[in-house]
Every structure is written in C-alpha cells, then in structure tokens.
C-alpha cells in the first residue's frame, strides 16, 4: 500500500475512533436486538488478528453526523476474533444510517496506523477527494422497520 493510501487510511481511522466523551449510547452486542424492529446486523470479514478490541459505531446518514465527533448514536465494543465476526446494532428508526468499524488490535484505546484497522458500510475506497472520510452519501444505507444485514470488510496498512 502506498505512504498516500496510508496515510489516507490512517485520517480514517482517526475519525472513527472516536472517544469516550461522545454522546452516544455505548451497548453490548446483543445479537437477540436484530431479531425484529429498525436495526443491523453487521457482518465483519477480515479480521487480522484476535488481539485487542473491535468497535462498531453507528450514524445517522448525514452530512452533519456521520464521522463527526460525539454524534455517533451506537457503539458496540468486543473482543476481536480474527476472521469473520457478527455485531448487532439497533437504530433508533427507520431511516439512513452509516456504520465505522474498527479494530484496535492491541486495545490500547488509541488509533496506531500502522497496526489498526478499519471498514465502513458499503466498503467505500479511500482515495485523494475524500481525504480518508468517505462521503455520507457512499457508505449510507436504508433501514426500514425489521433488521437488515450489511457486510464490512476490514482494511490494513
């Protein structure tokens, strides 16, 4: 991977990471949540190692929210399992959300680009316009009133 793609990776990984102080609700992962009203199954393939923690968070699919400090609405914090993994986030309604995943591999609690990863709803690339954060408009997705399934697919330097 290019020192470019890097480094664009790495102002996304950044901005997922978002801390403690935001404002959403943090909660377990629950997979008996998806089983009926607004929600999303989220499925995570490429998980490099099982070290450290794996966080999902989830946004309104907007502009003004998504990737923006303190207005995620979900987060969801487990323990990694290289390969695949399945993590349950209920949404507030019916609506247009965006998911951020990433993997803290040695669960220091911070963002250390050349070892953490990370994926988005719809597996957006990452390229010299976005500057790392993809648009709301590319890892947006509808979510009606029973649960959807998406998968994400994790990305490393």
Not at 65 to 91: F, H, N, Q
Not at 96 to 103: D, E, N
Not at 109 to 117: F, Q, R
Not at 128 to 142: D, E, M, Q, R, V
């Amino acid at each position: 991977m290019s020192k470019f793609v890097s480094g664009l990776l790495a102002a996304a990984l950044l901005t997922a990471g978002s801390t403690a102080e935001a404002m959403g609700r943090v909660i377990p992962n629950d997979l008996s949540n998806c089983r009926s009203g607004p929600s999303t199954l989220v499925q995570i393939d490429g998980i490099k190692t099982s070290s450290g923690k794996i966080r999902v968070q989830s946004y309104r699919g907007t502009s003004a929210d998504w990737l923006e400090k303190g207005r995620w609405l979900a987060r969801i914090e487990v323990p990694a399992r290289a390969g695949s993994m399945t993590v349950c986030v209920p949404l507030p309604e019916a609506g247009v959300y965006g998911i951020a995943v990433r993997h803290d591999v040695n669960g220091n609690g911070k963002t250390d680009i050349s070892k953490d990863g990370g994926g988005m709803s719809n597996n957006p690339g990452i390229n010299i316009f976005n500057l790392g954060k993809p648009s709301y408009k590319k890892t947006a997705f509808s979510v009606g009133d029973a649960p959807r399934t998406i998968s994400i697919t994790m990305k490393y330097m």
